[in-house]
């Protein structure tokens, strides 16, 4: 069966990818969501760095203004927040921890995906995401923070 990449097929995996991970987090009473995920995970990847570089960095990946998800993230103790953005002893056991289970199970279903295969779809994925944040950039109504 022969299958297309189009936004339908991006948004079934999408949905599937993160109800697994609200599973995961659920399941490890991890008490945070989406996206207090994704910025301990940008911030475990790229710090401790200046705040406003860790911040653009979120905002770009959750397409929406981080400033509220690092302050309850702040205000939890799982990041320490001043100049630079870090996470704090509590946020790196978090992180460990579902990254860990995040790496457990994504092996197993990944694990029948050649390595060809899954390198194609990282670089067309890429692409694909590079195009869309591109013309996401040229719609000024949500390129000015008026996102739905």
């Known amino acids: 069966m022969s299958v297309t990449l189009n936004p339908q097929i991006l948004g079934q995996a999408e949905n599937a990818h993160r109800a697994l991970l609200d599973h995961i987090l659920t399941r490890m009473d991890a008490a945070i969501g989406y996206a207090e995920w994704v910025t301990i995970k940008v911030t475990a990847v790229s710090g401790p760095a200046a705040r406003d570089e860790i911040a653009a960095r ?22 320490a927040a001043d100049d630079e953005l870090a996470l704090t002893p509590e ?10 289970a995040i790496g457990e199970i994504l092996s197993d ?38 996102r739905p």
């Not at 194609?120 to 109504?141: I, W």
């Open 58 to 79: 979120i905002s770009d990946a959750l397409k929406v203004d981080s400033a509220t998800t690092i302050a309850a993230l702040t205000g939890a103790g799982l990041l």
């Open 91 to 100: 946020g790196r056991a978090l992180h460990d921890r579902v990254s860990a």
């Open 109 to 146: 279903v990944y694990g029948e995906v050649s390595t060809a295969d899954l390198a194609t779809a990282g670089r067309v994925l890429t692409t694909v995401t590079a195009r869309v944040n591109a013309a996401l950039a040229d719609c000024p109504a949500l390129s000015e923070g008026a």
